[in-house]
T-cell receptor, first 111, second 113 residues
Framework: GNSVTQMEGPVTLSEEAFLTINCTYT??????LFWYVQYPGEGLQLLLK?????DKGSNKGFEATYRKETTSFHLEKGSVQVSDSAVYFC??????????FGKGTSLLVTP | NAGVTQTPKFQVLKTGQSMTLQCAQD?????MSWYRQDPGMGLRLIHY???????DQGEVPNGYNVSRSTTEDFPLRLLSAAPSQTSVYFC????????????FGPGTRLTVT
């Protein structure tokens, strides 16, 4: 079946540090991959997506590249801000509309 | 457009009580789904619907019922609440053919004592 594994948190970084949150997946076929962000007290928002191998999704300074050879979709940002503090979820969709989510990684950025 | 709305925002139930979590969307989306979010577990799919009159089970359906009488509404019913159903519940909707456009509601935080 489909599954998503992402690094455990919490991750604590200083402002302007480089961020990487690892995500790997297991799926048959060619899933679409997503990163969702959940700010405190809010629902989930789509951060970025990639629908085929070697696609790079990007938004708000965040990037992730769909690597089929390593079944990975790692999230990166070159310089994090305090406002990036949130929980980040990696997810996939495969032959349907239901999303398989990772467990989430909490990020805290300190001034 | 209001998007996806959920009511109530918070609810406390006693074990054995029943209740319905409401979800509505005004975007005319065919696909709707319910997830629960538990600490360290991510989001898990409870039930989903591909259109009015059609529902199916997700990963964790036990203890929950759904129906879809209209395109707009997709209520989730807890028939006999249990402490294990303490969670945050999210409803989502998607237009047909656009799997990468999932819109999530703000969530309902449910506590069962």
């Amino acid at each position: 079946g489909n599954s998503v594994t992402q690094m455990e948190g919490p991750v604590t970084l200083s402002e302007e540090a480089f961020l990487t949150i690892n995500c790997t997946y297991t799926a048959t076929g060619y899933p679409s991959l997503f990163w969702y962000v959940q700010y405190p007290g809010e629902g989930l928002q789509l951060l970025l997506k990639a629908t085929k191998a070697d696609d790079k999704g990007s938004n708000k300074g965040f990037e992730a590249t769909y690597r089929k050879e390593t079944t990975s979709f790692h999230l990166e940002k070159g310089s994090v801000q305090v406002s990036d503090s949130a929980v980040y979820f990696c997810a996939l969709a495969n032959s349907g509309y239901a999303l398989n989510f990772g467990k989430g990684t909490s990020l805290l950025v300190t001034p | 457009n209001a998007g996806v709305t959920q009511t109530p925002k918070f609810q406390v139930l006693k074990t054995g009580q029943s209740m319905t979590l409401q979800c509505a969307q005004d975007m005319n989306h065919e696909y709707m789904s319910w997830y629960r979010q538990d600490p360290g577990m991510g989001l898990r799919l409870i039930h989903y619907s591909v259109g009015a009159g059609i529902t199916d089970q997700g990963e964790v359906p036990n203890g929950y019922n759904v129906s879809r009488s209209t395109t707009e509404d997709f209520p989730l019913r807890l028939l006999s609440a249990a402490p294990s159903q303490t969670s945050v519940y999210f409803c989502a909707s998607t237009p047909w053919g656009e799997v990468d456009e999932q819109y999530f509601g703000p969530g309902t935080r449910l506590t069962v004592t």
